[in-house]
């Protein structure tokens, strides 16, 4: 799969979640061969094998300055994912080499996974499944307060993109108020969609029972859920995060939230250190501490997953690769 054939083009593919490219190099039969280099660190890169790659396909690993410097001929980096705080755009673009992200792939899922997480919390259902295991003598008087219904609950989304849109329309059916935040979306978006646009997150974060994040990680949105923005938010709130680790500032903020009631609970599929590192908060979840029981739900950053994402997400990526060296044409582009 490494060696290349006299005339044709070679597309590297750094690392995969689930190998091997046979998908990849199906979608690419005729036009580039496959090099699969199978290094989830950057400084594992062969820098060989780097200067004769036509295109690159990248998964986690990083992409920075002494990579983009040893890709002498490619003409493009595309990325498996939608998020790409690891690559360094900027060095590519001023090496002239147009990078792409794939956010045509999981929308279904991570939707599906932030409104799963919602009504759950909202409903308390892994609370009740916990603290039901104890009850002998009584049954049905368990039932924990507050709970309240649908309708009397408003959620506030934040980044109205293209999951974030998803969210809005899942969650119409349940009959929640919704609220939705993003500077980014031109006006009258929210007329199309059926939300309440607000134009400050802090209103966003006061009116709001449950915050649901689908903002992109970039400078601006870095650290954004700090103890100011989570003090911000309607006292007993439930956040959900589906969208990046490092929205989190974190996560000493998140404990002592959790910790005062400030918050109610917690979803999230991701972390700011993945796998995560040791933490008072974590070690609570993970031996299931009274104080935390229910309240916090940790799933490990597979919310794009499915069956027919993965396959959605593979396909998608080697496509925009395939059709920038036969047509020429940029999909996804993203710039620095």
């Known amino acids: 799969m490494g060696q290349q054939r006299a005339g044709r083009l070679v597309v590297g593919i ?8 046979d998908l990849e190099a199906a979608v690419l039969d005729g036009v580039a061969e496959v090099d699969f280099f199978d ?3 950057e400084e594992d890169l062969d820098p060989d094998r780097l200067a004769r790659l036509d295109a690159l396909l990248v998964w986690s690993t990083r992409i920075g300055p002494a990579t983009v410097e040893r890709l002498k001929r490619c003409r493009i980096v595309v990325r498996f994912g939608v998020g790409y705080d690891r690559v360094d ?3 590519l673009e001023a090496a002239g080499i147009p990078f792409c992200n794939n956010p045509d792939y999981g929308t279904e899922e991570v939707a599906d996974h932030a409104v799963a997480m919602i009504l ?3 409903r308390r259902l892994w609370e009740h499944d916990a603290r039901a295991r104890g009850y002998t003598t009584t049954w049905q008087a368990n039932t924990l307060t507050p709970l309240h219904r649908s309708g009397a ?6 980044g109205v993109g293209r999951i974030g849109t998803a ?3 899942r969650l119409k059916g349940f009959g929640h108020r919704i609220l939705g935040y993003d500077p980014f979306q031109p006006a009258g978006h929210e007329k199309a969609v059926g939300y309440r646009r607000v134009r400050r997150l802090e209103e966003l974060l006061a009116e709001s029972d449950i915050v649901t994040f689908h903002c992109p990680l970039n400078g601006e949105t870095r650290g954004l859920l700090n103890e100011a923005t989570l003090a911000a938010m309607k006292p007993g709130a439930i956040l959900v995060n589906t969208a990046r680790g490092e929205l989190f500032a974190g996560l000493d903020p ?3 939230a959790l910790r005062s009631g400030r918050l109610a609970a917690v979803g999230t599929d991701v972390l700011p250190v993945e796998p995560p590192a040791p933490h008072p908060l974590l070690d609570a979840w993970r031996v299931r501490e009274d104080w935390l029981t229910g309240r916090l739900v940790v799933t490990p950053h597979n919310a794009f997953h499915s ?3 993965a396959v959605e997400m593979r396909r998608n990526a080697a496509e925009t690769v395939r059709l920038f060296l036969e047509d020429g044409v940029l999909r996804n582009r993203i710039t620095a």
């Open 14 to 21: 750094t690392d995969h979640m689930i190998p091997p490219p």
């Open 39 to 41: 290094c989830r660190r």
């Open 89 to 91: 755009v900027a060095a």
């Open 120 to 122: 759950s919390l909202q």
């Open 153 to 158: 609950a408003t959620v506030g989304v934040v």
């Open 167 to 169: 969210v809005v329309n």
């Open 254 to 256: 998140l404990e002592a």
């Open 307 to 309: 069956d027919q994402a």
